[in-house]
């Protein structure tokens, strides 16, 4: 296997509005004769970048007219599969079973990193919250239930934390980003692998959360409820000004959510042929430990050439907003081994 280094420019994308879905709407009869249509759903963590792309696609390209459906990684899996959409979004790369079921074919791209954060809403703590490797592990696997726990006071002596219990926020769709955060927990904690609720998209938790759709409704549901902490992507959290802890890492570091916090882990992962990787547990002295790629999941078409003709621009703008300039090169290679 050839493994290339892929390296990723982490965009700090701000959040436009709280749709959840980009580009034009217009179906069938609402378009002009020779318009040529692209729908994609998926990934909400992927939805703000998608956003800006879509906006400035358009207007190069009047006679295509691409929609994005933000609904999370696990339905537009789904729809993907079904052949309900022409390129899905996901932060959860397909299986190899998944992507078998597709005819004639399936492939992933990359188009887009970043970090998931755990937010939290305390009021008064005096200080940023630092969380352990074990004691936010054992958060969600139900066996810290208050503030005060004395070991959440020993890692923060100087903070004043409330005698109340944590209110654990999730997904309540199926959803990369909880993938990603669940595949973390599983490479940290070994209860967690022996005795949690495993990995995946979708996750019966130990204890009672509340339960919310898309990224937006995490970092929304935490806003309003004190003593709550959930898992979000990096940009929702900072858009909603959300209080982010400093997490453990491997090495032993605390380290501080900030734009570009995953950039120290992603720019020395090694990318294999199949682009699908995962680093459910970076080493680095700096690096951040929850992060997560998201791809583009595409079929290998049996429709109009001017409609693959059409997608495989779309594809170059995003990919060309990601990559930088020594890049591109690698891109054109990998672009020609991917449509051809």
């Not at 800006?52 to 207007?59: D, S």
């Not at 967690?192 to 509340?210: K, S, Y």
Request: proline share 6%; charged share 20%.
């Amino acid at each position: 296997m050839i493994a290339r280094r892929f390296p990723l420019v982490l965009l700090v994308v701000t959040i436009c509005s709280a749709a959840m879905s980009a580009g034009d709407s217009r179906t069938g009869k609402d378009l002009p004769p020779g318009t040529i249509q692209l729908r994609g759903a998926g990934s909400t963590f992927a939805a703000p970048l998608q956003k800006k792309w879509l906006e400035a696609y358009q207007k190069r390209h009047a006679k295509v007219v691409v929609s994005y459906d933000a609904i999370g990684s696990g339905e537009g899996t789904k729809q993907f599969l079904a052949g309900a959409v022409d390129f899905g979004a996901s932060d959860a790369a397909l299986s190899d079973e998944e992507m078998a079921a597709v005819t004639p074919g399936a492939q992933l791209v990359p188009v887009m990193a970043g970090s998931i954060v755990l937010a939290y809403n305390l009021d008064g703590l005096g200080g940023p919250l630092k969380l352990s490797r074990a004691v936010y592990a054992d958060i969600f696997l139900g066996k810290i239930t208050s503030w005060d726990d004395p070991r959440l006071q020993q890692l923060n002596p100087g903070l004043k934390l409330p005698r109340q219990n944590i209110a654990l926020v999730v997904r309540q769709d199926g959803s990369g980003t909880t993938y990603a955060f669940t595949n973390h927990l599983n490479a940290i904690s070994p209860e967690w692998r022996e005795r949690g609720p495993g990995v995946g998209r979708l996750i019966a938790w130990l204890r009672p959360a509340m339960a919310v759709p898309g990224n937006e409704g995490v970092a929304g549901r935490i806003k309003l409820s004190q003593g709550a902490i959930g898992y979000v992507e990096y940009g929702i959290a900072q858009r909603g000004d959300l209080a982010m802890a400093w997490l453990e890492n491997k090495a032993g570091a605390f380290i501080q959510p900030h734009g570009g916090s995953g950039l120290a882990t992603l720019l020395n992962v090694r990318m294999p042929d199949n682009l699908r990787v995962f680093e459910p547990d970076p080493d680095g002295e700096d690096s951040y430990p929850i992060v997560t790629y998201s791809w583009l999941l595409e079929a290998v078409w049996k429709q109009s050439l001017y409609k693959i003709r059409s997608y495989v621009i779309y594809r170059a703008r995003l990919r060309t907003d990601l990559l930088d300039n020594r890049s591109l090169a690698m891109l054109l290679e990998i672009s020609k081994r991917l449509i051809y």
